[in-house]
């Protein structure tokens, strides 16, 4: 029998060992954490949201089909995200029972049992309501502490399960984030592509097709999305799901992640937020961030890379210490921004040596690489009215991020990230100036 597209991801995954994706799979709850975690007591954990959506329901199915249960955990804070004081509460409670937390929510509940658990040394399961964001089986966990979102190591869940009908029925908004964290992953897997030829980070056929294939039909019918259409919310869900495996089966965010995440990253350090201060979702920062990286690479195959002159860029290529000092000055006054930034882009320095050797790799494979980005990447006016259709931003104001605001984080870009992506090949090639001009003085983002 041929093995579904899960079934051969968990082959290959280092924490999730069980998944169950399909309408009526939370009548499941009970012999799915049964299978997973034989003879064990559950906690559901929730919010007072998630709660009334499925939290009660898996509770229910629980105590009905013979599993032993705490009572329930729920989060009843107005100002409720994925914040230290949270961590430090449920850290508290689930320390003083002997139980498997059972996480009923999307990204901020998961977030919270993930690293909690992870700090208790214990498994536990997920029972998502949203496609909300790939981050459900992936390895790590984004929480804000002393006012800075961080990423803190810690395990995927053991078992995950979700049901498309709970999940299409989730507040627009959700599944408008999900699809845009997934749409990220054609310009991801086009900055890959160009890690893999300058040898900064090889693709792996694996991850690449846990992630690629299938992607485009997943995203076919962002308004059937947004209209709660129950077969193409699963098919969202299972993208998003692959690219959480992906990033388990690698142990990278590489498959998952390039130049579009970087923006998100620079605004998580900047906290952004709405004027009721409401934060922005993951999803919404990587979408305008997907928009901008999509842009950038059609201008890279605009490119006649024979034409470029190797020898003057590498004449023009700052030594380490011309660098670090204009690191300096670009980021002055964000201490957070700065120590980053000279960290990842001294992690990713090359010398003229090496800046020589990746500008002509480039050329070499330019001919038949510039078709396969091609291929492999959407077009921009295409992304844009994807995102419209859905209910996502497709602006950056939408975000509450100004041309201005927007213009600056450009600018970081280059800095913020070890990651070979596509704004890495242009600074080299010398073509960030030109590339600038494109995206703003010719008004390609408006």
């Known amino acids: 029998m041929k093995k579904s597209k899960i079934e051969r991801a968990l082959e290959r995954t280092t924490d999730t060992k069980e998944c169950l994706l399909g309408a009526g799979a939370l009548n499941r709850s009970a012999e799915f954490f049964k299978k997973s975690f034989p003879g064990a007591v559950a906690i559901v954990v929730a919010d007072k949201n998630t709660w009334a959506v499925a939290g009660r329901q898996v509770q229910e199915i629980l105590e009905s089909g013979g599993v032993d249960t705490c009572e329930p955990y729920i989060f009843d804070d107005k100002h409720f995200y994925a914040e230290w004081k949270f961590v430090e509460m449920l850290r508290e409670h689930l320390a003083g029972v002997d139980a498997v937390a059972v996480a009923v929510g999307s990204g901020v509940i998961n977030d919270l049992v993930k690293y909690v658990s992870g700090c208790l040394g214990r498994k536990y399961m997920c029972v998502g309501t949203a496609a909300s964001m790939d981050g459900f089986t992936a390895f790590g966990a984004s929480i804000t502490k002393d006012g800075n979102k961080q990423t803190f190591s810690c395990p995927a869940p053991y078992a995950f399960l979700m049901d498309p009908v709970i999940a299409a029925a989730a507040p627009k908004e959700l599944c408008a984030s999900g699809y845009a964290d997934l749409i990220a992953k054609i310009p991801a897997g086009a900055d890959w592509m160009l890690a893999d030829c300058v040898g900064a980070e090889a693709i792996d056929p694996f991850g690449w097709s846990l992630v690629q294939d299938g992607l485009r039909e997943s995203l076919a019918n962002p308004a059937a999305v947004r209209s709660g259409d129950v077969v193409m919310t699963e098919a969202l869900c299972e993208g998003l799901l692959m690219s959480g495996f992906a990033m388990q089966a690698i142990q990278s965010s590489r498959p998952a992640s390039g130049t579009e995440h970087q923006y998100s990253h620079c605004w998580d350090m900047e906290n952004l937020s709405y004027p009721d201060g409401t934060h922005v979702s993951h999803g919404f ?12 690479l059609e201008f890279l195959l605009e490119q006649d890379l024979n034409a470029i002159d190797t020898d003057a860029c590498v004449a023009a290529w700052p030594s380490w210490e011309k660098m670090e000092a204009d690191i300096r000055t670009l980021f002055e006054g964000k201490p957070g921004h700065l120590a980053r930034a000279l960290k990842e882009s001294r992690d990713k320095y090359v010398d003229a040596d090496g800046l020589r050797s990746q500008i002509e790799a480039l050329k070499a494979a330019w001919p038949e690489l510039r078709g396969k980005i091609r291929s492999q990447i959407l077009p921009f006016d295409q ?28 600018d970081y870009i280059p800095y913020m990230r070890s990651r070979f992506t596509n704004v890495d090949a242009i600074f080299r090639l010398g073509l960030l100036p030109s590339l ?8 390609i983002l408006q």
Request: hydrophobic content about 40%.
């Open 383 to 410: 992304v844009y009215e994807s995102l419209k259709a859905v209910g996502a931003p497709y602006k950056s104001e939408m975000i509450c991020v100004s041309r201005e605001h927007l213009m600056q984080t450009f």
């Open 436 to 443: 600038k001009k494109r995206l703003f003085n010719d008004v």
């Open 285 to 296: 920062k990587v979408g305008i961030g997907t928009l901008v990286s999509t842009a950038s």
